[in-house]
């Protein structure tokens, strides 16, 4: 019953520094979802990957890449960070329309 | 672009009270209205959902109200109670395409005062 599973819970950075956030779902799901949190901002989708081998930009792609491995896992890359791309860090995962989209623990993310 | 929009920011409710938010969009093609939940340190989690088809549901204490015609759905809490305090998210998406990708709120920081 692990549920969407994101590696590491807390991790600071270096501007400039690249790192890979981890994240797997063991539902069998076929959508996947990256979100940022920040305060007042609400969550604001940077990626989705609507099924295996499918991503797709969504409204805050700058500065961030994906990589859907299979159908479990689907991995957030930042080349280059910065101050700006300190948040807090959520992958979900979902099935289909009208069902639960299932979020992980969330990534604290801070760029120094 | 915020496709949907959300009021209040925040709120604070007595023990008991009604907890009242409300969410706007524009975009006619969505069709599933999900209302979640976060605690702090906590990731989002549904609380209910609903789809234009229906003015209204209720699960317990939480009933959604939606009005297609003025393109808004609102989240009512009866008998609040000081465990409901968290932060709640609308959200909208649409069947067909964006990989049924959710649009949320703003959210709405509820606390609810014993």
């Known amino acids: 019953n692990a549920g969407v599973t994101q590696t590491p819970k807390f991790q600071v950075l270096k501007t400039g520094q690249s790192m890979t956030l981890q994240c797997a779902q063991d539902m069998n799901h076929n959508s996947m979802y990256w979100y940022r949190q920040d305060p007042g901002m609400g969550l604001r989708l940077i990626y989705y990957?609507?099924?295996?081998?499918?991503?797709d930009k969504g409204e805050v792609p700058n500065g961030y890449n994906v990589s859907r491995l299979n159908k479990r896992e689907f991995s957030l890359r930042l080349e280059s960070a910065a101050p700006s791309q300190t948040s807090v860090y959520f992958c979900?995962?979902?099935?289909?329309?009208?069902?639960?989209?299932?979020f992980g623990q969330g990534t604290r993310l801070t760029v120094v | 672009q915020q496709q949907v929009k959300q009021s209040p920011q925040s709120l604070i409710v007595q023990k008991g009270g009604i907890s009242i938010i409300n969410c706007a969009y524009e975009n006619t093609a969505f069709d599933y209205f999900p209302w979640y939940q976060q605690f702090p340190g906590k990731g989002p989690a549904l609380l209910i959902a609903?789809?234009?088809?229906?003015s209204e549901k209720k699960e317990g204490r939480f009933t959604i109200s939606f009005n297609k015609s003025a393109k808004q759905f609102s989240l009512h809490i009866m008998d609040s109670q000081p465990g409901d305090s968290a932060t709640y998210f609308c959200a909208a998406s649409m069947e067909a395409n964006s990989g049924y990708a959710l649009n949320f709120g703003k959210g709405t920081s509820l606390l609810v005062t014993p």
């Open positions: 609903i789809r234009p088809d229906v």
């Open positions: 979900a995962s979902r099935t289909r329309i009208g069902t639960e989209a299932f």
């Open positions: 990957s609507a099924s295996e081998g499918t991503t």
